[in-house]
C-alpha cells in the first residue's frame, strides 16, 4: 500500500478528527499512520477504531486515487439569466404587470415564452412560486383566441392536456387568455380565463435548460 493517501472514515454527529488508523505494507510491518478522516456510524459494522479519546465503529474507507480538474467553457449556469431550473426547465417570473401580448414580447426578449405547464408538478411549483411573490394574477402560454373553448399553448400550438382550472373555469366570452388568479376563498393560485388586454397581470416565461461544455482533463 502506497504510503500516501487520502482516507475518509465515519463517526455519528458528522465529528471530523485527525485519528489514527493501523493497516500492514506488503513486508507485514505494522504501519500506524495519521490520516484526516470524516466519520459516521452504522451499528452492524464490527470494527473499532480510535480519534482522539473517541471511539467509534469504522464503516468504511475511500481512497483517493484519481483528482480530475473539471473546465467549463462559457456561463457555468443552465438557464438563462433571472431564470430559476426546475426538472430540466428554466422559469422567469416577471416583475412588471403587462397585457397578454406584451407579456409573450417581455418573454421572447428574456429567452423565453409564456409558460407551457404539462403537469401537476410543474404546475405545484409554479403555485408555490407566485404564492410568495407579489402580483395576483400571472399569465399563462394557453389561450383560446382562434377557436372559443379549444385551448392551445401558445409555443408550439398544442391543445390542453393538463389543467388546473378553478371552479366555475372556464366561464367563456370575450376572456380568450389564461393565467393563475386567487380569488382569495382558500382555493390558491388556480387556472382562469382572462381579458387578454388586462394589463395588470405578470407574466411567467420558461426557457429550455442549456448544457454547458464540460472538459475534463487531469
Known amino acids: 500500500m502506497s504510503n500516501s493517501f487520502n482516507a475518509y472514515i465515519g463517526f455519528a454527529d458528522n465529528i471530523t478528527s485527525s485519528c489514527t488508523i493501523q493497516y500492514k505494507e506488503r513486508e507485514d510491518k505494522n504501519k500506524s499512520r495519521k490520516y484526516h478522516l470524516v466519520v459516521s456510524q452504522d451499528s452492524r459494522a464490527a470494527v473499532a477504531i480510535h480519534c482522539a479519546k473517541m471511539k467509534g465503529i469504522l464503516t468504511s474507507i475511500f481512497i483517493l486515487l484519481y483528482t480530475a480538474e473539471i473546465f467549463v467553457s462559457g456561463t457555468t449556469t443552465c438557464c438563462p439569466n433571472d431564470y430559476l431550473l426546475f426538472l430540466g426547465s428554466c422559469y422567469h417570473f416577471g416583475r412588471n404587470p403587462y397585457s397578454f401580448v406584451e407579456s409573450e414580447h417581455y418573454c421572447q426578449q428574456h429567452g423565453g415564452h409564456l409558460v407551457h405547464i404539462n403537469n401537476a408538478m410543474e404546475n405545484d411549483y409554479l403555485k408555490d412560486h407566485v404564492t410568495f411573490m407579489k402580483g395576483y394574477t400571472w399569465w399563462i402560454g394557453l389561450t383560446d383566441e382562434l377557436v372559443e373553448g379549444h385551448f392551445m399553448w401558445r409555443d408550439d400550438d398544442s391543445i390542453v392536456t393538463y389543467s388546473d382550472w378553478d371552479n ?51
Open 168 to 218: 366555475d373555469q372556464p366561464n367563456g366570452g370575450p376572456e380568450d387568455c389564461v393565467g393563475f388568479y386567487n380569488k382569495g376563498q382558500g382555493n390558491g393560485f388556480r387556472w382562469h380565463d382572462l381579458d387578454c388586454g388586462n394589463r395588470g397581470f405578470y407574466p411567467i416565461c420558461e426557457s429550455s435548460q442549456t448544457e454547458p461544455e464540460v472538459i475534463v482533463g487531469k
